[in-house]
């Protein structure tokens, strides 16, 4: 993991959220034009694993949402990129946001909000929050453009002062993992165990792949999680 960050842009965060984004245990960068060749194998290690295993397939060797996926974005809509889900859990998380807040959380399901629009041929808007659902599943009635329906939802937090945005030229990949010492939200969001009972990190790569034009955007972005073994921090 180490090794990954002298080819990350570190600099493309401001300061200020640099420092708000380790207090809370995450770390971001940039990678620009092309992912470095130790990034391009894990992702290639990550995706063979998963096609030689079947357990992998089905998502129920771990926590970890492992994956690669072609997401086709417009300005106004959301997609969610789900990091960890722990339906039979119970965790107790403790994080900053105006005040060091905490809680216990039953059945997290740890996720990024990803929005993204074009800023021209060449570049989009890339805007990723970290959220968290958690507990039960509820029913409610919502009235929207003279309909009715009915929705499930569950309580939810949004980090929004830990919001990712940021301008990204075609090619570029942003990462986002833990801090060297994990805690608070990079603990839960990055941290994970193999089937073998092995501490692994995890990181997120949202990479614009593709711009298309304004009226049809379809900015096809691959987010990629891969795990990498901890201890031998390759």
Not at 59 to 71: I, P
Not at 107 to 136: C, D, I, M, T, W
Not at 179 to 197: A, M, N
Request: aromatic residues 8%.
């Amino acid at each position: 993991m180490k090794d990954l960050w002298t080819y990350a842009d570190e600099q493309v965060i401001a300061p200020e959220q640099r420092l708000l984004l380790d207090r809370n245990g995450l770390r971001a960068g940039k990678f620009s034009g092309q992912l470095p060749a130790i990034t391009q194998a894990w992702v290639s290690q990550n995706a063979a694993r998963i096609e030689q295993d079947p357990m992998e397939q089905a998502g129920v060797v771990a926590d970890v949402s492992s994956f690669s996926q072609l997401w086709r974005c417009r300005p106004d809509q959301r997609k969610v990129l789900t990091v960890r889900n722990l339906s039979k859990e119970t965790v107790t998380l403790f994080y900053n946001d105006d005040g060091f807040r905490g809680g216990q959380f039953p059945a997290p399901h740890f996720l990024f909000s990803l929005y993204a629009k074009p800023l021209g041929p060449q570049s989009a808007y890339v805007l990723l929050r970290p959220e968290l659902e958690y507990g039960q599943t509820r029913r409610s009635v919502v009235a929207k453009d003279s309909a009715i329906r009915t929705e499930e939802r569950r309580d939810s937090l949004s980090w929004d002062s830990l919001t990712l945005a940021l301008s990204m030229q075609l090619g570029d990949c942003l990462l986002v993992t833990s801090s060297p010492e994990p805690r608070g939200i990079g603990e839960h969001f990055f941290r994970t165990r193999s089937k073998e009972g092995e501490i692994q990190d995890v990181i997120l790569l949202v990479r614009v792949a593709e711009l298309n034009a304004p009226d049809e955007f379809a900015e096809a972005q691959a987010a990629k999680t891969a795990k990498s073994d901890s201890p031998k921090r390759r």
